[in-house]
């Protein structure tokens, strides 16, 4: 269990919590963004880890206030603690349009479900105290309804699962090394090259010095996110993979 800060110029933070998990849970990141004494969590995660992040947030926070949950999709990692979130903080969370309807069978109680807000699939711009966040579109990596958020003060694009890798939430050395520990997982749950090159195409017109996903290792400087996006616009993936796995079972 660890606390890296990844960005500090006194009015501006970015934290990463990481090692979290216990026992066989997937292991994930939160990411906390801190502008002015205001506060953002992203992808909070489950039940196992609801009380640590709490605390750790609380503390990051130094008095000032939770605005907003960022839940990047639907998946229980991300959003499965959002009714202790809500009950226990004056945060409102962000979730796509299409998820709306199904976060509340993680059990949300009726005292709070006007706090959980849609996002159009065009994303939106969150106001942060005075810091103006885009919420980017990434549907289908790996969610339908699926979102980033680009941080234009820290220059981090947090990719939620785009991105993702086995191990810890480490900064990376060597990024063709690191693609070993990535390709498994994008080939199996990203949709196809299809978004994977619209997504490139889009993020291309940013100013990112890191890539931060929710699990595993983070990429920081120039030559890393570059390698990382062209990675990613000539993976072959989801779809453009699965189709000879659609045979009847024999036994």
């Not at 009726?110 to 706090?115: A, S």
């Amino acid at each position: 269990m660890s606390t890296q800060t990844l960005f500090d110029d006194g009015v501006h933070k970015n934290v990463l919590f990481e090692g979290f998990e216990e026992g066989t849970s997937i292991p994930s990141n939160q990411h906390v963004i801190i502008h002015a004494g205001k506060a953002m969590i992203l992808d909070p995660g489950g039940h196992k880890v609801y009380s640590k992040v709490l605390a750790e947030t609380t503390s990051q926070l130094k008095g000032g206030k939770l605005e907003y949950l960022f839940l990047s999709h639907q998946d229980p990692d991300i959003v499965a603690a959002v009714n202790g979130w809500l009950m226990t903080t004056d945060a409102v969370a962000y979730a796509s349009k299409l998820w709306v309807r199904f976060i509340p069978h993680f059990g949300l109680d009726r005292l709070v479900i006007d706090r959980l807000k849609p996002i159009g699939d065009e994303g939106m711009i969150l106001d942060l105290g005075g810091c103006k966040l885009p919420i980017l579109p990434a549907h289908f990596l790996h969610s339908c309804g699926n979102f980033q958020i680009y941080d234009p003060i820290s220059k981090i694009l947090y990719t939620g699962d785009l991105g993702a890798s086995v191990g810890g939430g480490h900064e990376v050395a060597d990024f063709e090394q690191h693609v070993g520990e990535m390709e498994g997982f994008h080939q199996r749950y990203m949709a196809g090259n299809a978004v994977m090159r619209a997504w490139a195409n889009m993020v291309r017109g940013l100013d990112v010095e890191v890539i931060a996903p929710q699990h595993g290792g983070f990429m920081r400087g120039k030559d890393k996110v570059e390698k990382f996006i062209n990675w990613c616009e000539n993976l072959q993936c989801g779809v453009d993979l699965i189709a000879d796995k659609f045979r009847v079972p024999t036994e």
